[in-house]
């Protein structure tokens, strides 16, 4: 595995150097996966919730449907839709590279990355929060608490910046120990090498589920950080962007008009003037994005709205029972909203 | 030729610019003096979340060479044991040597690293019931928790008394030489030297008192205050490395030892020396010859197998520039290439070093 990862990181850099300069990969991602005929997106190594293999090697979780999503809207074919397993350290190579077209990999949306590292994020798909976790029998209630405590985090990811900034900021002393992988910081956390293990709320709840004995750990209700995760492209193409930006809205826009999965076949008769237009009944909307006209149609009807996303992969009835929180939508005062499609 | 690689060069170097160039990623050295915000968690040298990036460069290779000079040395020492343990006539030594020999070399270095870590650490205590000795010394799944050894201003006693026998006992045994060449009378210096070594110490003493205090470390809420920690991680690396590559120094010791000729050592036992000193005097000066060269092979790799850290979160050069530093920063292709040249330049040093211990051996035996 880890000369898989070596070799990756190599590769990829490889690609950056030997790419040539005349086949601007930058400006076409749309043609270049309409020939290839699926859509490669990057994914986690194993979120529960957000990208997660099962025994078989389907992928389920929000970020997976998404992507399953974009291949509804420009294939009318979920199913057209390869996952790549991607470390936190490896994301950003990946998608400079070319190796992947899209990262809905959990990822925080800030400044710098946003900036500097070549991509762009069009859209937050999870509202989330910086954490921590503890074993119930430690008796720290607050993360106020956790002076002097050792964490365990994953490398490579906001979560070890915001931790030095908590601590500093509170007058409190840590220590880090900061793993490649997921899996081996919760490994490190359950045998006792850390008090605590920190990381975006929703994954604390994912992870809690692998431990041993999940009922022996509590999250810490204290939400330290702002993370927006949502699905990043390369810089520089504003066709591709678009298309993922609208794919997203027009799943929650479907939540909104409370259009599902299920009903979108009988709405297709809705006089409502909205519905018409996300339906592609109506404007030039998919021929603008250079999709076709049915792409919220299939998106919605094969993977379904946003509400639907939600509740069927880290929603209350799953085994994460996350609350809608920050993403309700706004008109249930949440944070999802959809600029108008028109 | 030369030409063509060059301009081939000049050919990517312009490439990878004008790419990240289209595709807005930063380019350059520049943030290597940016600040890095993220906390390390063995450092040899201050360090803090306010430090720059190329303190992290720093912080990581004193890390990685901490590992990997360690490993050689644990690997050496070990390694000639077992290849000469290897060769024994005590059949149990021989065997076990040999068992030995087989299971480690033959299961993967990454799982070695992985035993020795999440294998140990599950079964230590948790800080609060950690295995004390004597209160003073700690040991529990946080690592080994040691007293810290601060020098006071009297160490500047004892080191003056430290020079002074040093110096007495060079000048001394140049005497005993000279003397020794021009009248062939032996002088044994040492009793000289220990007097001089004593005398100047107890003068210290007189005047300094006790030249170092202990920083006792204690259990304050979830972990040990003071003293030194010896981390898990690092332990478990160090183990894992010495370990795994002393089955293979143990083999290349066997083979130096076996290449030299059986005559070699019954000429030994024909002039009456006993087995142990003809092995050290005449076997293994002879040997090594043979051993040094596959043995520096075995050097490389060891550091070049330490970069497998990253798996256990030792912040070697690896795990902390190019993972974190290489996450935060984002310039993969400046970052890469620093950690290989580093690379690149521990491995020819070691090369060098090694070459020319060779050398100067080669040249002994051949006069012999």
């Known amino acids: 595995m880890q000369i898989k990862r070596l070799a990756f990181g190599a590769v990829s850099s490889l690609l950056l150097v030997l790419a040539p300069i005349s086949a601007s990969a930058a400006g076409n991602t749309l043609e270049v996966v309409k020939k290839r005929g699926h859509v490669q997106c990057g994914v986690s190594q194993g979120l529960p919730g957000f990208s997660n293999p099962d025994d078989k090697g389907n992928w389920t979780g929000i970020d997976v449907d998404f992507c399953k999503a974009v291949a509804a809207a420009i294939f009318g074919d979920a199913g057209k839709v390869k996952f790549t397993p991607l470390s936190a350290k490896e994301r950003f190579t990946a998608i400079q590279s070319g190796e992947v077209d899209i990262i809905a990999r959990n990822t925080t949306w800030s400044m710098h990355r946003d900036t500097a590292l070549g991509v762009d994020f069009r859209a937050v798909n999870y509202y989330d929060g910086q954490g921590f976790m503890v074993r119930a029998d430690l008796g720290v209630t607050s993360s106020t608490e956790l002076d002097g405590a050792t964490l365990c985090t994953n490398q490579g990811t906001t979560t070890e910046l915001n931790a030095a900034d908590y601590f500093r900021a509170n007058n409190m002393q840590y220590e880090i120990v900061a793993f490649e992988k997921a899996d081996e910081a919760v490994a490190a956390y359950n045998s006792g090498r850390c008090d605590a293990y920190t990381t975006d709320h929703s994954a604390l709840y994912a992870q809690r589920l692998k431990l041993t004995d999940p009922q022996a750990h509590i999250v810490l209700p204290e939400i330290i950080s702002k993370e927006p995760l949502g699905p990043a492209v390369r810089q520089g193409d504003n066709v591709w962007g678009d298309i993922i930006a609208w794919v997203h809205y027009a799943t929650v826009a479907a939540e909104e008009l409370g259009v599902t999965s299920k009903n979108i076949v009988s709405m297709g008769n809705s006089t409502n003037p909205s519905v018409k237009r996300l339906l592609g009944k109506d404007g030039t909307f998919g021929a603008n994005l250079g999709i076709p006209a049915d792409w919220a149609f299939q998106a919605v009807k094969q993977v379904g709205n946003y509400g639907e996303i939600f509740e069927r992969n880290v929603g209350i009835n799953t085994p994460l029972g996350i609350k809608r929180g920050y993403n309700a939508l706004w008109t249930d005062g949440g944070l999802q909203y959809a600029p108008p499609i028109r | ?368």
């Open chain 2, 1 to 368: 030729m030369l030409g063509a690689l060059v301009l081939a060069m000049v050919w990517l170097v312009a490439n990878v610019q004008s790419n990240l160039e289209r595709q807005n990623i930063n380019s350059g050295f520049g943030f290597l003096s940016e600040r890095a915000g993220f906390g390390i968690n063995q450092t040899l040298i201050e360090y803090s979340e306010d430090s720059s990036f190329a303190r992290v460069l720093t912080v990581g290779l004193l890390n990685t060479l901490l590992v990997s000079v360690l490993g050689i040395g644990l690997a050496t020492v070990l390694g000639f044991v077992l290849g000469v343990a290897r060769l024994s006539s005590n059949w149990l030594v021989n065997k076990a040597a040999m068992v030995y020999v087989e299971i480690f070399r033959n299961v993967p270095l990454l799982l070695h690293i992985m035993f020795w870590y999440f294998g140990v650490l599950r079964n230590l205590p948790s800080p609060r019931k950690a295995v004390s000795l004597g209160d003073a010394v700690f040991l529990s799944n946080r690592g080994i928790v040691v007293p810290a050894l601060e020098m006071t201003a009297a160490a500047w006693w004892y080191g003056a008394a430290l020079a002074v026998s040093t110096t007495a006992y060079f000048w001394l045994r140049r005497r005993a030489r000279l003397l020794r060449l021009a009248d062939g009378t032996a002088q044994s210096i040492w009793r000289p030297v220990s007097m001089i070594a004593m005398a100047s110490l107890a003068f210290a003493a007189l005047l300094g008192g006790v030249p170092f205090s202990f920083d006792i470390p204690a259990l304050k809420g979830f972990n040990f205050r003071g003293g030194i920690t010896v981390i898990p991680e690092f332990v478990a690396l160090l183990l894992a490395l010495s370990l795994y590559t002393a089955a293979f120094i143990a083999e290349i010791v066997r083979a130096g030892i076996q290449s030299v000729s059986k005559g070699q050592r019954e000429a030994a036992a024909a002039l009456g020396l006993p087995d142990n000193t003809a092995l050290r005097l005449v076997v293994i000066p002879q040997a090594l010859r043979v051993i040094i060269p596959p043995l520096t092979s075995q050097y490389l790799n060891l550091t070049k197998n330490s970069s497998l850290a990253v798996a256990i979160a030792y912040p070697d050069i690896v795990s902390v520039f190019a993972g974190t530093t290489l996450t935060q920063v984002g310039q993969a292709v400046e970052i890469i290439f620093i950690t290989m040249m580093i690379y690149l330049t521990l491995s020819l040093l070691t090369s060098f070093a090694m070459n020319r211990y060779n050398a100067r051996i080669a040249l002994v035996g051949q006069k012999s």
